[in-house]
C-alpha cells in the first residue's frame, strides 16, 4: 500500500429523488475515497447508481426533486453545501467531468475550438490568444492530427473516436485535480475504447490526478484501474485494490458478477447469470441487505441486520456479513430443483 | 500512421462535398420555390424603397387640404395615382403609410422577439418557480382582451405617438413568443451539453445566450418572419377602426377606410385599392418568405 493524499473524501452521503411525494434514496450511505494518482473504478449494473454519484459530486443533480445529504469533502471543504457560485469555481477548475455520449454532451452549433476555450475563460486569465494557443495545445495533447483544422469544425464533422478526446481535452483544459469520466468508452468501438483509456491514463500520470472511472465493463476495469468500488442498489456494497478484487471477490453481488463474464475456457452450457432484478427504487427494502432477495438460498442469519461495511484485509472492505456462507454450488443445485 | 492516412482522406473528401448548412440550405430553398423567390424580391423591393423615398416627401405639403384636387382621376393635376378628398397625393400617402406600417411592424418584432426570447429561454432553463410565474403571468394576458385594452390606452394617452404605439403593442404580443421558445428551451436545456458546460463552470447566462440560443435559431427564424407578417397588417387595422396613429400622420389605414363611403367605393377605385393591394402583396410575401424559411429549418420538409 502506498501512502497517498485523498483527493476527495466521500462520507455517509445518501442522494433521493422525489417521486409522487416521497424521497427515495438512489445513494444510500456511500463512503469512499478518491486518492492522489490512482484511478477508482465503480462498477455495477444499469440503475445502482454510479452515474447519480457521479452527478451528485460536481452537483448536476435536477434541482427541486433531489436532495443530497452527507459530505463530499475537497480541499477540506464539503461540496453539498456549496452553491452553484462556489462550485462553478470548482467545477471545471478542479474537477473535470468526461460525459458518456459526446454527440450530445458537445454543444452542435459552436467549433471545437470554442468549447475547449469555455472552460478557460471562466477560470484563467489568459488573453483570447493565449487561449487559441492552449486550445490547439490541448487538441494535440490528446492525439487530434490536425488541430488547426479541428478546432475550426463542428462536432458532426467528427467521429466519434475524435469527439471524445475532444472531451477530454475539455475536461483536462484546466488541468484539473480529479477526473469524474462517466462510462468514457461506452458509446464507442473497441479499437478506439482502447486507445481513450490508454488516453486518459497517459494523462492521469502526467499530472498526478485522481480519476474517477464509472464503468459497467470489468474488462476495462481489469486494464486501468487501481482500486474498485463495486456497487449494488445505491450502496458500495465492496472496495479493494484491483488485484484483490478479481482473484479474492468475497460478497456474492461481486463473485456473481465475476461469474457472469463469458469466458471461453470454462464448459458451460449457459451464460451464467445473477436471479432476479435490482430492485426499483421504490420497491427497495427498507432495512436488511439489499442483495438478500437475489440469494434467496442463503439463510436469514447470514445477513446483517444493519448491514455494515467490515475491513477482512487492508484495503479490502465488504458489505454485510452473508459472504462468509455464499458459494456458488449451493446455488446450482438449487437450479437443478427448479428445472 | 494509419491516423494520418484517414485523415488525408478527409480533407479530400470534404473538399468533394459538403453538406450543405446555415445560411446555404435557405438559399437552396428559395431558388427552388419561386413564389417564395418572387415574394422575397417584391418585399425587400416594397421595404427598401418606400424607407429610402419616404424622406423626399414633404409631410406638410402632402396632408395639406386643396378643395380643387377633391378626388383627381390618376394622372389629373400631376397626381400619378390620383388624390382623396382632401385633394392630398394618393402616392406621397401610400410610400409614408407603407414605411409607417413597416418601421412598425419591425420594432414590434424586435421588441416582442427580443423580451419573448429572454423570458421563454429563462423560463426553459431554470423551470421551477421562475418557469410557473412566467407561464401564469403570459396565461393571464392571453386572457385579457387585448384590442379594448388596446384602444383604451390610445384615448387616454395624453401624447400618442408612434413609439407610444409600439410600446403599447409590444406589451402585449411578447406572450407568444415566449411560450413557444420556452417550450423548446426546456428541451434544449435538459441536453448534455448544457450538463457539459455546467461541468466547466460556465455561469447560468453564458449557457442560455450563448449555449442554447443559437440552437433554437432555426424556430426563432421562423417565428420572428411570420410574426413580423402579422405585425405589418397591425397599424393598418387599428387606424382603419380610428384608434391608430393621429390623424395628421399618413397611413395605409385611412386610405383603406376611405371605402367605408359607398360612393368612394363604387367610383373612387384609386382611393381605396392601391392601399389595399399594398397590404395584401406584403403580407402575403412574408408569408411565403416565412414558409420557405420554416421548410429550409426541417429537413422533412425541403423541396431543396
Known sequence: MTLSKPLLEINHLFTSFRIKDTYYDAIHDVNLTLNENEVLAIVGESGCGKSTLATSIVGLHPPGNTTVIGEILYKGENLVNYSEDKLNKIRGNDIGFIFQDPLSALNPLMRIGDQIEEGLVFHTKMTDQERKARALELLDQVGIVNPERVARQFPHQLSGGMRQRVMIAIAIACKPRIMIADEPTTALDVTIQAQILDLLIELQQETNAGIMLITHDLGVVAEVATRVAVMYAGQVIEVAPVEELFRNPKHPYTRSLLNSIPQTERDHDRLQVIQGMVPTLTKMPKSGCRFAPRIPWVSENAHEVEPQMHEISPGHLVRCTCWQTFNFEEQETKEGVVQ | ?304
Open chain 2, 1 to 304: 500512421m494509419e491516423q494520418q492516412f484517414n485523415n488525408d482522406q478527409l480533407t479530400e473528401h470534404e473538399l468533394e462535398s459538403t453538406p450543405a448548412t446555415g445560411f446555404r440550405v435557405i438559399w437552396r430553398e428559395f431558388k427552388k420555390d419561386k413564389i417564395a423567390m418572387g415574394s422575397l424580391i417584391i418585399v425587400a423591393f416594397i421595404i427598401l424603397g418606400s424607407i429610402i423615398w419616404a424622406p423626399f416627401i414633404d409631410k406638410e405639403a402632402l396632408m395639406k387640404i386643396s378643395l380643387l384636387d377633391e378626388f383627381a382621376k390618376p394622372g389629373e393635376n400631376g397626381f400619378i395615382l390620383g388624390a382623396d378628398q382632401g385633394g392630398s397625393d394618393i402616392l406621397g400617402q401610400l410610400i409614408i403609410g407603407a414605411r409607417n406600417s413597416i418601421v412598425i411592424a419591425i420594432a414590434i418584432t424586435v421588441i416582442t422577439g427580443i423580451l419573448g426570447v429572454a423570458v421563454g429561454i429563462i423560463c426553459g432553463y431554470y423551470g421551477g418557480i421562475i418557469d410557473n410565474f412566467f407561464m401564469r403571468l403570459i396565461d393571464f394576458i392571453i386572457t385579457l382582451p387585448s384590442t379594448m385594452i388596446i384602444i383604451v390606452f390610445v384615448t387616454i394617452i395624453p401624447k400618442y405617438d408612434v413609439w407610444s404605439f409600439i410600446l403599447i403593442m409590444s406589451a402585449f404580443m411578447w406572450v407568444s413568443t415566449a411560450r413557444l421558445v420556452r417550450s423548446k428551451a426546456l428541451s434544449e436545456s435538459r441536453r448534455d451539453y448544457v450538463s457539459a458546460s455546467k461541468t466547466m463552470g460556465t455561469s447560468d447566462f453564458a449557457i442560455m445566450f450563448k449555449g442554447i440560443m443559437p440552437n433554437l435559431s432555426s424556430l426563432l427564424i421562423v417565428e420572428l418572419t411570420l410574426n413580423f407578417a402579422g405585425n405589418v397588417g397591425i397599424e393598418t387595422g387599428l387606424t382603419f377602426l380610428g384608434f391608430g396613429l393621429p390623424d395628421t400622420t399618413p397611413s395605409l389605414g385611412t386610405l383603406v377606410s376611405f371605402a367605408n363611403n359607398q360612393t368612394v367605393i363604387a367610383e373612387k377605385w384609386w382611393v381605396w385599392l392601391p392601399a389595399s393591394l399594398l397590404i395584401l402583396v406584403l403580407m402575403l410575401g412574408i408569408n411565403y418568405i416565412g414558409q420557405a424559411l420554416r421548410r429550409s429549418a426541417d429537413a422533412k420538409q425541403r423541396l431543396g
